[in-house]
């Protein structure tokens, strides 16, 4: 465990910096490190197993971006690019949902796949959801062009 303590304190000092972990571990009284690793494990093993898979996927994808795109929408200076970003977001999970039930039996791994995809997309730091957006973005007008009517 020596060996490990290093890892968790740097692990924890990252996870400080994000308040609902800290609510959920003054509420649980479990350290966020645990709370984390544990919300993990379920979630590899569940998409990895297909033991609940489409119902923890679908939690993990959405959860986050739900809390985030109301919070934009009901402040008061709202960043309209920000809250953009999650349309798009939402519009290529209601693709993906779609098209789901045809790929989930013939692609291995499927949920794994889905969750690392989306995860790419709404974590901040990887800049997925604003590559998305300006790439619907730019193509929507075209896309629109036929059902207008002049």
């Known amino acids: 465990m020596e060996q490990v303590q290093p890892y968790i304190n740097q692990l924890d000092a990252k996870l400080s910096a994000f308040p609902s972990l800290k609510k959920l571990e003054d509420i649980t009284k479990v350290p966020k490190v ?6 993990a494990l379920i979630l590899l093993i569940s ?4 033991l609940y898979a489409p119902l923890v996927s679908n939690v993990y994808i959405l959860a986050y971006p739900i809390i985030r795109a109301l919070d934009l929408a009901t402040s ?12 798009s977001y939402f519009a290529l999970f209601a693709v993906e949902a779609t098209i789901e039930p045809y790929l989930a039996p013939s692609v291995p791994f499927f949920y ?18 604003k590559l998305v957006h ?17």
């Open 34 to 39: 645990y709370s984390t690793a544990t919300i």
């Open 76 to 87: 008061s200076s709202a960043a309209t690019d920000e809250l953009k970003s999650w349309v």
């Open 112 to 129: 794994f796949i889905k969750v690392v995809v989306f995860s790419y997309l709404f974590i901040p730091e990887t800049g997925g959801i």
């Open 134 to 150: 300006g790439l619907i973005a730019s193509q929507v007008p075209a896309l629109l062009k036929p059902l207008k009517t002049e």
């Open 47 to 50: 998409t990895l197993v297909d």
